[in-house]
């Protein structure tokens, strides 16, 4: 597998078949480890990161966690390669702009990533679709135990697994989910629900994490605390009380909107997919806009004849890099506006052409 091969394809965690996909767009759970005895990436040498990297490599390739890999030195792709696998979450936007030796391998199915000497020497991470995250957890808990057998961690019985940020000692895990809120953003509750989550003693972010803004009423939530509580309590009181709450507030104020001013919002869903079938030039910012709208009006049923998984593929494959590496050209901004457009118009004809419909 080459990095070429996935680019013209949606990730599997974009798929529509995850549970509470109406809102829950994707279900992550992530680690971070260290090996023993050497300093954190931030302060070593560049014969130790590429010592580390080697290591880390073959203790992958002993475990065996991952037979239908691409591994990936960053120093050997271009900065739209890189900016291409940001766009899929499979690495940091930290992590691209470094320019220390650093390497990540990703699975086939893009569900799991290793990067190699980013803030730690090792974070793992499982994407999953929908709210998935106590299968996901169980499975990256036998990945990373696998590892351990052919890796010695940076571990005290005190403080737990040593990482360069604080914030992650203890057990080094970060569960996150994407959610997709319009009803709350809609409504003007979206503040409200948001002093609630940080309430809660959640990171609410943007769509690629730390940094960044909630571009297409998108939002990534996680835990913002490692230490203090096991690994299950995280996952349990993300998928039981954390993440239901919020659905709640969501599922309620679409409801509220349908019952209160349906005639607005649903006129607000088919101006947008209208301008997407017809316009000329469409950014990357409004094309998540318009996407919202739309994904909004078929999860509420009011749009039947496009495909959820449609427009779950073009919220990928519309972003900048991906339409560059689709075009296989650098574009200006404008180029990328015209290209982003044609390819919308012609994936939402032919969406129709095949007759994909929702159930």
């Given at each position: 597998m080459k990095l070429?091969?996935?680019?013209?394809?949606?990730?599997?965690?974009?798929?529509?078949?995850?549970?509470?996909?109406?809102?829950?767009?994707?279900?992550?759970?992530r680690l971070a480890r260290n090996l023993l005895g050497m300093p954190f990436p931030g302060r070593c040498t560049e014969d130790q990161r590429r010592n580390i990297c080697h290591t880390v490599t073959e203790a992958i390739?002993?475990?065996?966690?991952c037979d239908d890999q691409i591994t990936l030195n960053m120093a050997d792709y271009s900065r739209l390669d890189r900016e291409l696998l940001v766009e899929r979450h499979l690495i940091s936007r930290q992590y691209a702009q470094d320019e220390h030796t650093r390497s990540v391998i990703v699975s086939g199915d893009e569900k799991l990533s290793l990067m190699i000497n980013e803030e730690d020497h090792l974070r793992i991470q499982l994407l999953y679709s929908g709210l998935r995250l106590k299968q996901a957890f169980e499975e990256i808990n036998n990945i990373d135990d696998s590892l351990a057998r052919h890796l010695d961690y940076?571990?005290?019985?005190?403080?737990?697994?040593?990482?360069?940020?604080?914030?992650?000692?203890?057990?080094?895990?970060?569960?996150?989910?994407?959610?997709?809120?319009?009803?709350?953003?809609?409504?003007?509750?979206?503040?409200?629900a948001m002093r609630a989550s940080r309430?809660?003693?959640?990171?609410?972010?943007?769509?690629y994490g730390e940094g960044t803004e909630a571009l297409g009423d998108f939002y990534?939530?996680?835990?913002?605390?490692?230490?203090?509580?096991?690994?299950?309590?995280?996952?349990?009181?993300?998928?039981?009380?954390?993440?239901p709450?919020?659905?709640?507030?969501?599922?309620?104020?679409?409801?509220?909107?349908?019952?209160?001013?349906?005639?607005?919002?649903?006129?607000?869903?088919?101006?947008?997919?209208?301008?997407?079938?017809?316009?000329?030039?469409?950014?990357?910012?409004?094309?998540?806009?318009?996407?919202?709208?739309?994904?909004?009006?078929?999860n509420l049923n009011c749009i039947n004849d496009i495909n959820l998984d449609t427009v779950n593929e073009l919220y990928l494959l519309s972003r900048p890099?991906?339409?560059?590496?689709?075009?296989?050209?650098?574009?200006a901004p404008r180029e990328r506006d015209e290209v982003r457009s044609n390819m919308l118009r012609d994936r939402l004809a032919e969406n129709r052409k095949t007759g994909k419909k929702n159930p």
């Open positions: 070429n091969d996935i680019t013209r394809r949606a990730a599997s965690w974009l798929s529509d078949s995850g549970p509470k996909h109406d809102v829950v767009i994707s279900s992550r759970v390739k002993k475990s065996g966690i940076a571990f005290t019985p005190e403080y737990g697994y040593l990482t360069a940020c604080p914030t992650n000692v203890g057990t080094g895990l970060r569960v996150s989910v994407m959610l997709h809120l319009p009803g709350l953003k809609l409504s003007g509750e979206i503040e409200r309430d809660m003693k959640l990171a609410i972010r943007g769509i990534q939530i996680s835990n913002q605390l490692t230490l203090g509580k096991t690994e299950e309590q995280i996952v349990n009181d993300f998928t039981n009380m954390f993440i709450a919020i659905l709640d507030y969501e599922r309620k104020a679409r409801q509220q909107l349908i019952e209160k001013n349906r005639l607005e919002i649903e006129d607000r869903m088919f101006r947008a997919l209208a301008v997407t079938k017809s316009s000329k030039l469409m950014s990357s910012d409004e094309t998540l806009d318009r996407l919202s709208m739309i994904r909004l009006g078929i890099a991906h339409i560059q590496k689709l075009h296989n050209a650098e574009l």
